[in-house]
């Protein structure tokens, strides 16, 4: 029973989560009905791109969460190394599959709004690659971190490899205005004002929300079944001893 | 608290390094990192005939004509210009003075001749209605010269 006394602390994260986790569920879901309605029917179509804009919709707040996810891996990584706090390894753990997802879909719908706006499914250009660098990055950290039968040993060398691929990150981000790119520059985070018309970012910003929240949920509840398997393997281990 | 503190500056340390050791390697592919080259980079440092590469810029106004299937255009980053010829179906986007990037060969005769054509979007979203209005009340700002702004030197 020595090692059960580290889950004081994700005990009460335990109580807490399952407070706000219906929360969470339900504005995701109000989030992504007010979306997708803007998204899909009360959004205009756009002056070059007519109706095929709308994979803007899922395409960019994908991108996004894609790299917000890979930066709370990250930053779950340094406290588990520096801090050694016993949520964050479990934090790391948690988001790198979610991110992939995320990272499954911006590849998927890029290609989908490519074909027909840039003529090609998929260019080697610095964006595009980047991101697909983003993607093995997330493989990489959930092949590792897996990769022995107590879940601690491969944590380290997680943690290490999501450190070192966040470079990856601002290389993504600044793609587009380092090199020239087939990708187009950023529309929203710019100085000047957005380069997107108000009837178009609205539902854009919407939906953003509703993936963050998504995420959000996504990642408690994967946090929680975490913890929970470790518990239930602690009991397990505890039990196995005292026979 | 030793260990933390030391682990806490171990990591920043390393993230520092790491970051300036990309950078530089970075700064230094900066060029093979280059998706197009524009005209005025083909006119500088001129290609062999006969290398594939790829060349982007704007479709310049009035440069386009046809013969059979085959499109003949002026690439310009208003700068230098290129003459491109194009056998195929190009994709929706393309027309005047829009921003394109093209795959093919220079020829003896300074001629480019295209395998590819893909058409390079902006990153103005407008509904029709507002770029008609735009248009009409003489406050239309091409988004093509937006994307000159970022096109390279």
Redesign the interface.
């Known amino acids: 029973m020595a090692n059960l006394h580290r889950f004081a602390n994700p005990n009460r994260f335990l109580r807490f989560s399952r407070v706000i986790l219906p929360w969470l569920a339900g504005i995701t879901a109000l989030l992504f009905i007010v979306g997708l309605y803007y998204a899909l029917f009360a959004s205009?179509?756009?002056?070059?791109?007519g109706e095929t804009?709308r994979i803007?919709y899922v395409h960019v707040p994908a991108a996004w969460i894609s790299m917000f996810g890979y930066s709370v891996m990250a930053g779950a990584s340094?406290t588990a190394?520096?801090?050694r706090h016993p949520l964050a390894d479990i934090t790391a753990r948690a988001a790198a599959p979610i991110g992939a997802g995320f990272t499954l879909i911006t590849l998927a719908t890029g290609s989908l709004w490519g074909k027909?706006?840039?003529?090609?499914w998929w260019?080697?250009?610095?964006r595009l690659t980047s991101v697909l660098i983003l993607f093995f990055l997330y493989l990489g950290h959930i092949a590792l971190s897996r990769a022995f039968d107590d879940p601690t040993r491969g944590a380290k060398a997680a943690a290490v490899l999501a450190?070192?691929g966040?470079?990856n990150v601002p290389?993504i981000k600044f793609s587009?205005?380092?090199?020239?790119?087939?990708h187009?520059?950023?529309?929203v985070s710019r100085l000047a004002a957005p380069?997107?018309?108000p009837?178009?970012l609205r539902p854009l910003l919407i939906m953003a929300l509703a993936f963050t929240f998504y995420f959000l949920t996504l990642l408690l509840l994967q946090i929680r079944a975490e913890l929970t398997h470790r518990k239930v393997r602690a009991l397990q281990l505890a039990q196995a001893s005292a026979q | 608290m030793r260990p933390?503190h030391r682990?806490?500056y171990f990591?920043l340390f390393?993230?520092a390094a790491?970051?300036i050791a990309?950078a530089l390697v970075?700064s230094a592919f900066?060029d093979g990192?280059?998706?197009?080259y524009?005209p005025t980079d083909l006119v500088e440092r001129p290609a062999e005939p006969g290398q594939r590469l790829r060349l982007?810029g704007l479709v310049e106004e009035g440069s386009v004509s046809r013969d059979g299937a085959t499109v003949n255009f002026v690439i310009t980053d208003l700068n230098q210009t290129v003459a491109v010829s194009f056998t195929g179906i190009?994709?929706?986007?393309?027309r005047e003075g829009q921003g394109v990037?093209t795959e093919g060969m220079m020829q003896s005769d300074g001629r480019f001749v295209a395998s590819?054509?893909?058409?390079?979007?902006?990153?103005?979203?407008?509904?029709?209605?507002?770029?008609?209005a735009l248009k009409a009340s003489g406050n239309w700002r091409e988004?093509a010269v937006?994307?000159t702004e970022?096109?390279?030197q």
């Open positions: 205009p179509a756009d002056y070059q791109q804009v803007m340094a190394l520096i801090w027909p706006m840039w003529g090609t260019v080697w250009d610095a450190l070192v966040f470079v290389i587009v205005d380092w090199w020239n790119v087939l187009q520059p950023a529309s380069a997107i018309d009837s178009m | 933390k682990r806490l990591v390393g993230m790491l970051g990309t970075l900066r990192l280059v998706f197009f524009s982007g190009l994709p929706d986007l393309f990037v590819d054509v893909l058409a390079k979007h902006d990153e103005n979203y407008l509904p029709k209605e507002v770029a008609d988004g937006d994307s970022n096109a390279p």
